[in-house]
């Protein structure tokens, strides 16, 4: 079977993960790497034992079925339009874009190119998102009267996750670093949300990112979506997906811990049973245009737009 080929754009640490993906696939290889910060591009080059080039003209030649973009928000659309215009594929980091307008623009150079788009939503191949799904297709949680994020941050940037952009207000900040996982989770089990009413509060210094939000949403079918994420403050990190039924609570818990509750019951942790395809199982098959769970721009675009809301 012949490989899908990967050149990647940012070799960040989410960029490393993605690398050591692809090198564990075995359908799938890295033809090239590029990054700005030459100092990175050679340790991960020799890290791993991968091409590095030294411009971007230089990886987009090596013609890749797929371009990850790995970079910056601010980024995103105008390396998808360079992608775009030599035709490859392109595999793009959350959030889509800086903003919904730049968002719009990826979406339609890409549809003008004829090039797939996909996205890289990891909380879509994980076991516990997919038992998710199964237990709400089978009603078991009863009807479904409210869903509810909660996020808790000790500090915000995490201290994994210390960048010159993370925390800015241009491009940082846990509701377009966090926040689009758990959107797109719930535009995938529940559809399209309205958000209603939301208020976000931001420091004194006018460069630094928000330091809470609180919204009121709904799914399109009515059932109430309650957004609460709170950094800088005195507890452990936290993330809580909860969707309430009448007759049982599902919970995931700190991206991969599925908790499942009953009245009068304490919640009860479950061991996923399903073991999803992977990411670039997905990439792998849509590229032959076999049925795959990818996350296209215009899925990525929906979740734009709620988080440029959100940041309002």
Sequence with gaps: MTKTTFALIGTGIVGERIINQILAHPHAEIVAIFDGNQTRLQEIADKYNIPAVATLEELLATKPDWVYIGTPPVSHAPLAKEIAAHGLHILSEKPLAHDAQDGIEMVQVAEEAGVKTAMHFPLMYSPAVHEMKQRLTNQELGEIVRIELHTYFPEWPRKWQQNPWIASREQGGFIREVFPHYLQLMHHFFGDITILSHETTYPEDVTLCETGVSALAKTENGVPVVLNGLSSIGQEERLEFKV????????????????????????????????????????????????????????????????DELLK
């Design 244 to 307: 309430f039924g009448t007759e049982k609570v599902m919970t995931l818990r700190n991206w991969s811990e599925l908790w499942l509750s009953a009245a009068y019951e304490e919640a009860q942790h479950i061991a996923p049973s399903i073991e999803p395809a992977s990411l670039l199982d997905a990439c792998c098959a849509h590229l032959q245009d076999e049925d795959a769970l990818i996350v296209s721009f215009e899925e990525g675009l929906k979740v734009q737009k709620w988080i």
